[in-house]
């Protein structure tokens, strides 16, 4: 084992069949298969909208997202399998409620500028989660974060457009940019997990360079990033507290409401039960398509065994 | 009859422009091989990524194993003397 920490501290990447400590494995199992069902549970909010897009132009565009993100679980539900699970098993964990996925998606999309708002402020703190990730130490999520980080951006571009043509708009529709950024601020937030000093776990992950930064220093650089981006918008983030700090070189800003995390994260959001029930029923639906497949390629491969014996 | 949980795992490769060979990329799951090429071009070819896709079941694949990897890869060890560097050249010769 003190060579897996040797390659580690190195700055090296543990690939799937060097030995690593059990604890490390199961780590990585977890997170990796909570992004992958966080990517498939994500395409729930956002295929609401497919059918209502305004343009077909956006329905192309949201199309596009949406499909990236079930490319995004399968390249790290692929991931996960290199560690030695089945993506089978981890999607019974899911459907038993037994795995979790990111609590942002529990969250319900009720008007077309929740695309905006998913794509600039969701996919946007996604991005700054995930960069780091790029680099982490095992080799196969790393990979496919590199994969992910380059899809990513467009997603966060296309919700950017998307409120910036609604802010511009009648008076209406700059409302309704306005309140969809009203209600994913907090949300989008509470992405980067609970602070540095109530999250017990960070510690052990920094040193196995699977994270690279705490929660907080990366909630900070979001908002660092989003202030600017908000003023060119023409939008209000919902936080009076939310100013220049010239000494810390930061901005400053309110206390998140993290009770309301917590009761998401427990499964008492506005659409927990949605969204899983949702997915089991897809998964269930297409049970006949799966196995009519397997039908298929068995019959096949009998043909062409007898046909090669003759 | 055993039931699988899922359709058997292919390894993706591919070209992304002519005159380089093809990388590995990632995995997927899938009934056969042409479902395996179809899937591969839709998730990982969707930017244009690839001119050419290579599937090839995981399980056909044969590795060395990491825990031999010192007696392994030993002997190319200590033949340094393969490697251009390993020779004194007079500094004025060039195009050597
Ligand atoms: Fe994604
Ligand atoms: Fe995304």
Redesign the interface.
């Known amino acids: 084992m003190d060579e897996f920490q040797t390659l580690v501290d190195a700055d090296e990447r543990i690939?799937p069949?060097?030995?690593m400590p059990e604890a490390y494995r199961r780590t990585l199992i977890r997170q990796i298969a909570q992004h992958a069902h966080s990517e498939i549970i994500g395409m729930q909010p956002e295929g609401n909208w497919i059918s209502r897009a305004p343009s077909l132009r956006r329905k192309a565009i949201l199309m596009?997202k949406v499909?990236?993100e079930a490319?995004h679980g399968?390249?790290l539900y692929?991931a996960a399998?290199t560690l030695g699970v089945?993506?089978?098993?981890l999607l019974d964990l899911l459907h038993e409620g037994k795995q979790r996925y990111s609590s942002i998606f529990n969250y319900p999309t009720l008007t077309w500028a929740d695309m905006g708002a998913i794509g600039w402020l969701v996919d946007g703190a996604a991005i700054v989660n995930q960069v780091p990730i790029c680099r982490c130490s095992y080799g196969p999520y790393a990979?496919?974060m590199v994969?992910i980080c380059k899809?990513e951006s467009f997603h966060q571009r296309q919700g950017f457009e998307i409120l910036h043509t609604l802010s511009r708009g009648t008076a209406a529709q700059h409302a309704m940019a306005q309140d969809a950024v009203d209600r994913w601020w907090w949300p989008s937030l509470m992405m980067f997990g609970p602070p540095d000093d109530q999250s017990p776990n960070s510690a052990q992950s920094m040193a196995w360079r699977i994270k690279r930064f705490s929660n907080d220093d990366l909630r900070q650089k979001f908002v660092d990033m989003t202030v600017p981006q908000a003023e060119v918008l023409g939008l209000t983030l919902p936080d009076p507290q939310i100013r220049w700090n010239a000494e810390r070189g930061h901005h400053d800003f309110g206390d998140i409401d993290w009770s309301e995390f917590f009761a998401v994260l427990n499964g008492n959001g506005p659409c927990n039960a949605v969204r899983l029930e949702r997915r089991r029923r897809a998964h269930e639906e297409g049970a006949w398509v799966?196995e009519a497949?397997?039908a298929?390629?068995d019959k096949?491969?009998r043909v062409s065994s007898t046909a090669g014996a003759a | 009859m055993s039931k699988r949980r899922d359709w058997p795992l292919w390894e993706v490769f591919i070209r992304s422009r002519r005159g380089l060979s093809h990388q590995h990329v990632g995995s997927l799951h899938a009934p056969d091989a042409a479902m395996a090429l179809r899937n591969a071009r839709d998730v990982y070819t969707r930017r244009s990524e690839g001119v050419s896709i290579w599937v090839v079941p995981a399980a056909a694949i044969v590795a060395s194993s990491p825990d031999e990897k010192d007696a392994f890869f030993d002997p190319a060890a200590d033949k340094a003397y393969r490697h251009p560097t390993f020779y004194d050249v007079p500094a004025e010769v060039q195009h050597l």
């Open positions: 690939e069949r060097d030995a596009a499909q990236d490319g399968l390249y692929g399998e089945d993506r089978a098993e990979r496919a994969r899809e799966r497949a397997t298929y390629a096949h491969r």
